[in-house]
């Protein structure tokens, strides 16, 4: 506490994000990164920015990137918003769209920089209980507020809503801007982009940081009516001019361009994450079907803060939220083959030996 901060920030609770070990000898399964390089494509498009002109301003709309966004997604480029990884585009979408008299809804067990965001910018909100079996259920969304976002896979949990419950949310809520967290949809997942014509209260928010392999270049966006956007465009513009710059926004066009890579690395993962789960329950875990790039699971018999900690002191990084109704729970992130295998020798050892206490 300093006497020269201001009442806000002596109050703020930051997020605190996964680690991000320096060692590069770390089996690091805690942050839910891609475990895919970025696309060749994406180092040469970088590699081609390193110019003098990085002496200039990037554009500040960085509409190449742009308008490859919205052709992609078959839009209109005054539906797409373009922000420094799409925490920021959510810090704007709080500001800007979800501060309202009413309070936001959102999960009691979901992305946990949302309360961050409502503190930051006082807004009040109510979280709603995920089902016993740790589901959204859309009816519970059906009651006063002034805006309603989870994430959809939900994170850390990986349940994915079908688009016709999103469609019955919409139609219960077109007084509400409803926001749908995308980070890891493009893993086995149905995108609500398709509904964005037909519901004006409706904003997808998605990242080039896990799907894309880009968590390092920081471009995240969201798609919506030209009205959301355009609320949008008037925080940004009164935040900061130029979010994106060249190396982001050429790195961000490569990325869309590579269409082939994309799938093939996405269906790896997709296929990995299925062998990863089935090693995982013959070894005594209980694995949520998940739609992300991680899997959420509990040990019949081990208490998983110890699981994290042995798997640490061993050099695997995984994730546990010390957090009422999931603190059972370890979320792992998809990673190579390898790094599986690492993980599952390690798991083995550990409970073979009876280190597990
Ligand atoms: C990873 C993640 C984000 C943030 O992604 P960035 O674009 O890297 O800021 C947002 N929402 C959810 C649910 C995430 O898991």
């Not at 002596?10 to 891609?34: C, H």
């Not at 709603?128 to 740790?134: A, E, M, Q, R, V």
């Not at 949008?232 to 060249?246: A, E, Q, T, W």
């Not at 739609?291 to 994730?319: P, S, T």
Request: hydrophobic share 40%; with cysteine; glycine share 6%.
């Amino acid at each position: 506490m300093s006497k020269y901060w201001s009442n806000l920030v002596r109050r703020l609770q930051p997020y605190t994000p996964g680690e991000q070990p320096r060692r590069s000898d770390i089996t690091k399964l805690n942050t839910n990164e891609n475990p895919f390089a970025p696309s060749p494509s994406v180092m040469a498009a970088i590699q081609a920015q390193l110019t003098d002109d990085l002496r200039l301003y990037p554009p500040p709309e960085a509409d190449q990137l742009k308008n490859t966004i919205a052709d992609y997604f078959s839009l209109r480029p005054e539906q797409v918003f373009l922000g420094n990884g799409s925490d920021e585009v959510l810090a704007h979408v709080f500001n800007g769209l979800l501060r309202k008299d009413l309070p936001l809804l959102f999960p009691d067990i979901t992305y946990s920089f949302y309360p961050v965001f409502c503190q930051l910018y006082d807004i009040q909100f109510e979280k709603i209980p995920l089902t016993s079996d740790l589901c959204i259920d859309v009816k519970d969304y059906h009651r006063g507020n002034g805006a309603i976002i989870f994430p959809n896979p939900n994170a850390p949990t990986g349940d994915l809503l079908a688009l016709d419950a999103i469609k019955a949310l919409l139609q219960s809520n077109v007084d509400s801007v409803v926001v749908i967290d995308e980070a890891y949809i493009d893993f086995g997942g149905v995108s609500a982009v398709s509904l964005i014509n037909d519901y004006p209260n409706l904003l997808v928010v998605q990242t080039m940081s896990k799907s894309r392999s880009l968590a390092g270049m920081r471009i995240g966006y969201a798609l919506g009516s030209s009205e959301l956007i355009e609320g949008l465009d008037r925080v940004k513009n009164s935040f900061n001019s130029y979010p994106l710059g060249h190396l982001q926004i050429a790195a961000g066009i490569a990325a869309f361009e590579d269409k082939a890579y994309f799938q093939q690395t996405c269906n790896q993962v997709i296929q990995s994450r299925t062998s990863l789960t089935g090693s995982l329950e013959e070894i005594g875990f209980e694995v949520l079907p998940s739609k992300g790039n991680f899997v959420f699971v509990r040990h019949q018999h081990y208490e998983a803060a110890i699981v994290a900690k042995k798997l640490r002191d061993k050099g695997i990084f995984v994730r546990h939220f010390d957090q009422e109704r999931i603190r059972e729970f370890l979320r792992i992130s998809v990673g190579t083959e390898d790094q599986h295998q690492q993980l599952l020798d390690t798991l083995k050892n550990l409970i073979n030996q009876h280190l597990m206490k």
